[in-house]
T-cell receptor
């Protein structure tokens, strides 16, 4: 049973470009979470999605950041017009549907974004 | 507001010695509690979790943690550390009602010396 998959593992962008990060949850999981880890810091929650719905985006910056989890395919975290301060590791986690141990989140290996 | 405190930024122990990593949380009710481990350049692996019941929980790799409500703590312990335990350890809190996201501490980096 494959774990949470994220790609790319490393992404380099120049200021002003777009970054697109992908996350495929574990098989059978329908909840996806995105977290950001700045250097020397813990993870900070960004957004929580279920299929075709954003449930909680209270941790997302108001501008340039968006997330989706379509009916088919991976969840996408998009960062438009990246700036150097966006350089971080972005982790995706997934959990099972409600009533099936939904409170345990399983993390992917992360995407390390570097903005030049 | 919820918060998680890991007071030790960096701990160094000798291989074979015992280990205790501290975690304190601030929340009005009993939260869900987790410990994750992160090896360099890797994602987070779940070590153990507490939801309810027995306050001493056993995890993988010989780790255990004890929930102490009176101290709002969830310290991680291991009786004998192995060199492969060198990593970053994160304590996290989840709420039993409301938001589904986890709140993480800033982590404790463990160095193991021979």
């Amino acid at each position: 049973n494959a774990g949470v998959m994220q790609n790319p593992r490393h992404l380099v962008r120049r200021r002003g470009q777009e970054a697109r990060l992908r996350c495929s949850p574990m098989k059978g999981h329908s909840h996806v979470y995105w977290y950001r880890q700045l250097p020397e810091e813990g993870l900070k929650f960004m957004v929580y999605l279920q299929k075709e719905n954003i449930i909680d985006e209270s941790g997302m910056p108001k501008e340039r950041f968006s997330a989706e989890f379509p009916k088919e395919g991976p969840s996408i975290l998009r960062i438009q017009q990246v700036v150097r301060g966006d350089s971080a590791a972005y982790f995706c986690a997934s959990s099972p549907p409600v009533g099936a141990g939904t409170d345990t989140q399983y993390f992917g290996p992360g995407t390390r974004l570097t903005v030049l | 507001a919820q918060s998680v405190t890991q007071p030790d930024i960096h701990i160094t122990v000798s291989e074979g010695a015992s280990l205790e990593l501290r975690c304190n949380y601030s929340y009005g009710a009993t939260p869900y509690l987790f410990w994750y481990v992160q090896s360099p350049g890797q994602g987070l692996q779940l070590l153990l979790k507490y939801f309810s019941g027995d306050t001493l929980v056993q995890g993988i790799k010989g780790f255990e943690a004890e929930f102490k409500r009176s101290q709002s703590s969830f310290n991680l312990r291991k009786p004998s550390v192995h060199w492969s335990d060198a990593a970053e350890y994160f304590c996290a809190v989840g709420l039993q009602t409301g938001a589904n996201n986890l709140f993480f501490g800033t982590g404790t980096r463990l160095t193991v010396i021979p």
